[in-house]
């Protein structure tokens, strides 16, 4: 009888040569490159006033003016005791995909860590983003069938995430991440500030063009999904698929449904097992807190200025070029200064920052427009230092193997860190009337999710996964 093969040894670690590992962190940027777009232009700039015109279109309204009235209601669902103005659909298509994701993460991180083909999970889920975004171009008859394309489109997209996440831990040592990190943030700002204004001139020059403005969006729609699909093709050439002892143990030949089971057990384990790590727990609060201060302070951004300053939409899009180029310079800088005096203390003081940012917002006076974008300068420097240091920061504390589970959790709280922060907006415009309180509010998150991090043992926390300690923290 023949004797069994050997059973797969886990290999996850990155390459011995640093060749190798450049050329697969080259590639790992590239992802960056090809997904940010999506954010940048289809959530940011061009899908929430689509949406609206599709919806208030469905109720008659003939203009944006005319979508105003409040008796307008839209039953997206088909039956009558579920409406929405049409205004709300695109910030409830947003929710739903967000609680989408948060129900998905868990299962797809488990099912990654146990697959040994995270570059073919990856490649799936963008292209099959990717496809819904480019689909949006035909969604032209009602909305529902846009808001379909648009949920799934996000929904890949955060999945996508998780696994591109996943691989930075096996592409670099532990004193390369935070450059590395630093790096694919601040590429994929560029390439997202560079398609933008693509789109930004094409819809603005709509009339000149030939083309009705819903047109050029949708022409704008089909070109995220290109740039997305085609870049990700190119970014996983040079990765190599690795795997941790999770995947070794697996096997290759269990059945889906099987493979779902134990992804979902082997997830909650990762649950009960992350008690052995009180680093990991309270770095992952502090995330909670402070990005939801980073996420608030984005999301709220253009209402404070259009209610609360008096400012046109011309000077909001310039504001968001603005924010995109200075925050790809920004996350450079950020990582020149996490080398001099580590990452946790460069994230810190990127988290002061945004305390004298939110402060100053609040005295910002109306129709300012100079200011404004000095504020938004501000934002840019902050902004993309204090997210992609931190991604770095996690992976440190991660147990080796274990990097998409773990990373999923780390997608859940970037997901679920909105709810918070919206609703102490929501409080505060409702008490006040307005923005400026809001805005200022949110400093209560950039200090506790602070204290939360400095707190944070990064040493003591790194050595108990089992990972190797950087030279600077």
Request: aromatic residues 10%.
């Amino acid at each position: 009888m023949a004797d069994a093969p050997p059973a797969p040894r886990a290999d996850n670690a990155p390459s011995s040569d640093p060749r190798r590992r450049r050329r697969e962190q080259r590639g790992w940027y590239l992802y960056d490159w090809a997904n940010s777009v999506f954010i940048t232009s289809v959530v940011t700039v061009l899908i929430g006033p689509y949406m609206s015109t599709l919806a208030c279109a469905s109720v008659g309204a003939a203009d944006a003016a005319a979508c105003q009235d409040s008796s307008l209601a839209l039953a997206p669902l088909g039956v009558d005791w579920f409406t929405l103005h049409p205004n709300a659909l695109y910030p409830a298509l947003t929710t739903l995909a967000i609680l989408l994701q948060i129900l998905l993460l868990p299962s797809v991180g488990a099912m990654v860590d146990r697959s040994r083909h995270k570059k073919r999970w990856l490649l799936w889920l963008a292209v099959g983003g990717s496809a819904c975004t480019a689909g949006l171009y035909a969604a032209t008859d009602g909305y529902h069938a846009a808001s379909v394309l648009f949920v799934l489109a996000n929904v890949l997209y955060g999945l996508s995430i998780v696994v591109y996440n996943a691989f930075l831990p096996e592409i670099a040592t532990a004193d390369e991440r935070d450059r590395v990190s630093v790096t694919g943030w601040g590429i994929g700002y560029l390439g997202g500030a560079l398609l933008l204004a693509v789109h930004l001139g094409l819809v603005l020059s709509a009339d000149s063009l030939g083309l009705e403005t819903g047109h050029a969006v949708r022409i704008a729609f089909v070109s995220v999904g290109l740039w997305w699909a085609g870049f990700t093709v190119l970014s996983l050439r040079p990765l190599r698929n690795r795997y941790g002892a999770l995947a070794a143990s697996a096997g290759s030949g269990s059945g889906s449904g099987r493979a779902v089971g134990g992804s979902l057990r082997q997830f909650w384990h990762t649950l009960r097992d992350m008690r052995k790590y009180p680093n990991t727990i309270l770095f992952l609060l502090a995330f909670i807190l402070f990005n939801d201060g980073v996420q608030a302070a984005i999301r709220y951004a253009a209402p404070f200025a259009t209610q609360d300053l008096g400012l046109e939409e011309d000077a909001l899009i310039m504001t968001i070029l603005v924010i995109q180029f200075v925050a790809f310079a920004g996350a450079f800088l950020a990582g020149r200064v996490a080398r001099v005096v580590g990452s946790k203390a460069t994230v810190l003081g990127s988290l002061a920052v945004w305390c004298l940012l939110v402060a100053l917002a609040y005295f910002l006076p109306a129709g300012n427009v100079v200011l404004f974008v000095a504020m938004g300068v501000g934002i840019g420097l902050v902004l993309g230092g204090t997210q992609s240091l931190a991604r770095a920061l996690f992976s440190q504390l991660i147990p080796p193997g274990r990097e998409a589970e773990y990373f999923s959790l780390y997608q859940i709280s970037d997901r679920g860190s909105t709810f918070l922060g919206s609703l102490a907006v929501t409080i505060a415009v409702s008490l006040t009337g307005g923005y400026r309180v809001a805005i200022l509010s949110l400093i209560v998150f950039f200090v506790i999710g602070g204290a939360l991090l400095w707190r944070t043992r990064m040493r003591e926390g790194i050595e108990a996964v089992g990972n190797k300690v950087p030279e600077r923290l």
